[in-house]
């Protein structure tokens, strides 16, 4: 069965780049989706379709989806960016979320 | 603006029932293919179950196949998930969402399965 692989936690200083990857077999011929979650709410889209942006989201959130590994970047990294970042995708009539990613902002 | 608001949630014994209810609003609901997600306390994601826009295509995840039924009202603009057979394990927060479209989840409802 397909897997997504995301690493437990990414660390970056404030104001600097973070990126959270998104593992999987020829990943990059899927649609990957990101979704941001703050403690006590719901998840909230914050890329779709590899690098789609909903309205609302800042331009500092970005994704890209290549071979077997998506990324999503975060430029200029806030204080309330830190919290868990979910990768998903579509195989074989099932849907999958990666792990989570707990992004910490030092 | 798009809204999708969930409802039904409840604490329940293992073994008994349960439909949980999804009012959306704000885009044409029956364009939309609709899921079910949720999240057990302090885990991840895990996909539930999905329904094409016309009802014509079901999904369910091995964990809750036999056992959940998912399904909606397009005149009513509405997505259900009738949950039987209830299991410990089953206690999660259950999100419904489009999955793959720039629209908001809801902000879920807590099923709590507990003796």
């Known amino acids: 069965s397909y ?36 403690p006590g709410q719901a998840p909230v889209v914050v890329i779709y379709r590899d690098s789609n942006r909903p309205s609302g989201i800042p331009e500092r959130f970005s994704g890209s989806n290549s071979g077997n590994t998506a990324t999503l970047t975060i430029s200029r990294a806030q204080a309330g960016d830190e919290c868990d970042y979910y990768c998903q995708v579509w195989d074989s009539s099932t849907v999958l979320f990666g792990g989570g990613t707990k992004l910490t902002v030092l | 603006e798009v809204q999708l608001v969930e409802s039904g949630g409840g604490l329940v014994q293992p073994g008994e029932s349960l439909r949980l209810s999804c009012a959306a609003s ?78 908001p989840w809801g902000q879920g409802t807590l099923v709590t399965v507990s003796s």
């Open chain 1, 3 to 38: 897997e997504l692989t995301q690493p437990l936690s990414v660390s970056v200083a404030l104001g600097q780049t973070a990126r959270i990857t998104c593992g999987g077999n020829n990943i990059g011929s899927k649609n990957v989706h990101w979704y941001q979650q703050k």
């Open chain 2, 26 to 103: 704000g885009f044409t609901f029956s364009s939309y293919s609709m899921n079910w997600v949720r999240q057990a306390p302090g885990k991840g994601l895990e996909w539930v179950s999905y329904i094409s826009s016309s009802s014509s295509t079901i999904y369910y995840a091995d964990s809750v196949k036999g056992r959940f039924t998912i399904s909606r009202d397009n005149a009513k603009n509405s997505l259900y998930l009738q949950m039987n057979s209830l299991r410990d394990e089953d206690t999660a927060v259950y999100y419904c969402a489009s999955l793959g479209y720039a629209h």
